[in-house]
């Protein structure tokens, strides 16, 4: 029934687009998370320094969509010239400049490449998509089924973020983090294709056995705080996991502590001592961290039959130590703070996916934008 009515709404919207004429000189930014969002840093520098330009910053959080407030974002977006978005976009007229920054080089199959798409089709609300390299255009491409020309090799905005260590005090507070203590991140995928067992799954950390007490204990000897940051659907599992032990060394880091801080994930991110993941893109923007990264990809073979993954083998483009057990957890975090042996197996992975390292893709992107208006 939403479905349906949203779908009505777009046509009445397009609709209007024929007697509504844009605004030449505005820029419209749509943020859907805090978690990564790529519009935050570019929003912020056009805002101060683009005085030219007409820029506005709208939340579109999943949570606060309802009918009536989509309308009035449509509304608005039909006076724009150009609207930038994440996670691609149903709102698309003739007048408008669509410009998807993306929210991360997936390792996974998306859209056209994923097996659990019945519906998927190539992408037609997007004039263009902001990518990393030429490589990261062939997987693209791959999954959205676009033009070279519709490909603009600018960079990832947040990742500027990632080079950036400034007020440490803030950030180590609102991570629970003593000045002393290590922090490790730890960013899981979700896996949708998964019912059964799924919540004892998160809670073991993908491990066949897995005691968070014990782990708990490890971390403080080891002066470490585990920054837990699952995927937005995994947050309540972990909430009433957190009720019911006392774990003094992790914290959990969700979408709502990050807008009450009014923070952005990767600038968290970016004073972290190690990630620890599976087969979430945030690993190939690490790589520009230059910082240790673990692996925990015990369903890797059930993973790649139901999910797909572009790239393989996956030991191969996935550089760092790669955990089946609890041990091995404790005993590759412990050597990948101390002696970090995949570091030039990294450098190898890094300059595939990133064609730039600089921490310039903010300004790349606000020239790119400013470009489509004048």
């Known amino acids: 029934m939403i479905k349906t009515l949203k779908n009505i709404l777009i046509k009445v919207v397009q609709f209007l687009a024929l007697f509504i004429k844009p605004n030449k000189n505005k820029i419209t930014f749509i943020r859907k998370y805090y978690s990564g969002s790529n519009v935050t840093p570019v929003y912020e520098k056009m805002k101060k320094e683009f005085k030219h330009l007409n820029v506005e910053l709208l939340d579109n959080h999943p949570e606060d969509m309802n009918i009536l407030n989509q309308t009035r974002l449509y509304l608005k977006l039909l006076k724009s010239k150009v609207i930038v978005t994440t996670h691609g976009t149903s709102f698309k007229t003739r007048r408008n400049i669509t410009v998807d920054l993306w929210h991360g080089k997936s390792l996974k199959a998306l859209n056209l490449m994923n097996p659990l798409e019945e519906k998927a089709s190539t992408i037609n609300t997007i004039d263009y998509l902001s990518s990393y390299s030429e490589t990261v255009n062939t997987l693209f491409n791959a999954c959205f089924g676009l033009k070279y020309s519709n490909y603009k090799i600018l960079g990832s905005p947040r990742n500027d973020y990632l080079f950036k260590k400034d007020n440490l005090p803030k950030k180590r507070k609102i991570l629970n983090c003593s000045k002393n203590e290590k922090i490790i991140f730890y960013m899981p995928t979700y896996r949708e294709y998964m019912t059964k067992g799924y919540n004892q799954f998160i809670k073991n950390l993908g491990f066949e ?166």
Not at 224 to 241: A, C, G, M, R, Y
Not at 274 to 283: C, K, P, Q, R, W
Request: glycine share 2%.
């Open 209 to 374: 056995k897995f005691s968070l007490e014990d782990f708990n204990n490890f971390l403080k000897k080891e002066k470490i705080q585990f920054i837990l940051k699952p995927h937005p659907v995994d947050n309540k599992i972990w909430k009433e996991i957190f009720k019911e032990k006392d774990l003094s060394n992790f914290t959990l880091l969700t979408e709502e502590k990050l807008r009450k801080n009014s923070i952005e994930l990767y600038q968290l991110l970016a004073i972290s001592d190690m990630l620890i993941t599976d087969y979430s893109s945030v690993y190939i923007d690490y790589l520009l961290t230059d910082k240790p990264i673990v692996f925990i990809p015990t369903d890797l073979e059930t993973y790649t039959k139901e999910r797909t993954l572009l790239l393989q083998p996956y030991n191969f483009w996935s550089p760092g130590a790669k955990c089946f057990s609890q041990k091995e957890l404790e005993e590759n975090i412990k050597e990948g703070i101390e002696k970090d042996p995949f570091k030039e197996q990294r450098e190898n992975i890094k300059r595939v996916f990133h064609k730039y390292t600089d921490g310039n893709s903010t300004q790349r992107t606000a020239e790119f934008l400013d470009s489509l208006v004048k």
